[in-house]
């Protein structure tokens, strides 16, 4: 990586998480426009589920490496709730019996499309029964999780990095504005969190509700510039970008990729794992963050520190890139790297 320019992030925002798309053509342009880019602003929109924000943000980088621009703005939006329900016989007819609405969230999001056909929640028992986490220690880290994201709340860590976001008053009504999140708002009720039935397997499962990440809305965006840039326009960066990785595994195995993808960065930026402070796993549920911890050797107090996806939700597309705002957080306001 020493032989390409440096890359630097000035810029990153989200916004709340609220709770509860069809967005027609190439979103990213939708969105640019939206914003007041001029209509010569080129965009690209990317279809890769939960790393679509943060393989934009690497795609950026390299775009600007190569030559090619000097400032991107990458990111991801997502919003689960105006999610369709498809009716796949309408287009030919249904000529006898019922007709069944897929719900396009569970269908295109949350479902293998491959060999097993499971949802991804069995994928996550699936990781549980491997790895040996019962629901025991899935749920004191859901726990944890919650402490951390409202200390962090309580601290203030949050305000630099949520955009408010505006909510048109109706009927004579003022406007809202959200500039918090939800969950981070709610007491922890432990007692209720540990009585919880599992979500996806009746007699024995692990998995619940608020061990993991319920669906949820979200945007977050990440500017990128080249040095040039940064030095015409006296920009203060808030991180250099010295790499990545890529790392895959069969489908139903999906769950511990970070443990493959973690050493692969690491060995394309040439840093030694001892000397990172701060990780970020953040699956959408507390087992994913369990087993990568058990198989990359990572103390917790290194991992997630102000939160996970199970308290900050876990909305598809814009996953990943909250969680390079979350990490820059952590990295200025703890003076880590």
């Known amino acids: 990586m020493d032989s390409l320019p440096p890359v630097y992030i000035v810029a990153a925002a989200r916004t709340p998480i609220k709770g509860f798309q069809h967005l027609g053509q190439n979103p990213a342009r939708q969105y640019t426009l939206n914003a007041g880019l001029p209509q010569s602003t080129v965009c690209i929109t990317i279809n890769k589920v939960y790393a679509f924000s943060l393989k934009a943000i690497i795609l950026g980088a390299q775009t600007i490496m190569t030559g090619n621009t000097n400032i991107i703005l990458t990111g991801g939006t997502e919003s689960m709730s ?18 069944k609405l897929i ?19 069995l994928q996550a028992e699936e990781c549980a029964s491997d790895h040996g986490f019962g629901r025991e220690k899935q749920n004191n880290y859901a726990i944890y999780s919650i402490q951390k994201a409202q200390a962090a709340k309580k601290a203030g860590y949050f305000k630099t990095k949520i955009a408010p976001v505006k909510i048109p008053g109706t009927k004579g009504k003022p406007s809202t504005i959200v500039d918090k999140n939800d969950k981070t708002q709610m007491p922890l009720n432990v007692k209720k969190l540990k009585s919880i039935k599992p979500a996806f397997i009746p007699n024995g499962g692990t998995v619940t509700a608020p061990n993991a990440s319920p669906l949820f809305n979200r945007a977050a965006a990440v500017v990128l510039v080249s040095k040039a840039a940064l030095k015409k326009y006296k920009l203060k960066p808030l991180a250099k970008i010295l790499g990545w990785g890529n790392a895959a595994k069969t489908p139903s195995k999906f769950t511990t990729a970070p443990a493959l993808a973690i050493p692969k960065a690491l060995k ?4 030694q ?22 198989l990359l050797g990572l103390s917790e107090k290194k991992v997630n520190m102000h939160n996970k996806a199970v308290v900050l939700r876990h909305p598809l597309k814009t996953s990943r890139a909250r969680i390079v705002t979350t990490l820059l957080g952590v990295l200025r306001k703890k003076k880590k790297r």
């Open 82 to 99: 105006n999610a369709l329900h498809y009716l796949p016989t309408l287009r030919n007819g249904s000529k006898f019996g019922n007709i």
């Open 103 to 121: 719900d396009a969230v569970l269908r295109d999001g949350l479902t293998d499309a491959y060999d097993k056909r499971d949802y991804i929640g």
């Open 268 to 271: 394309h930026t040439g840093v």
């Open 273 to 294: 794992q001892k000397n990172v402070d701060a990780f970020k796993i953040n699956k959408a549920f507390s087992v994913v963050a369990l087993a990568n911890l058990k």
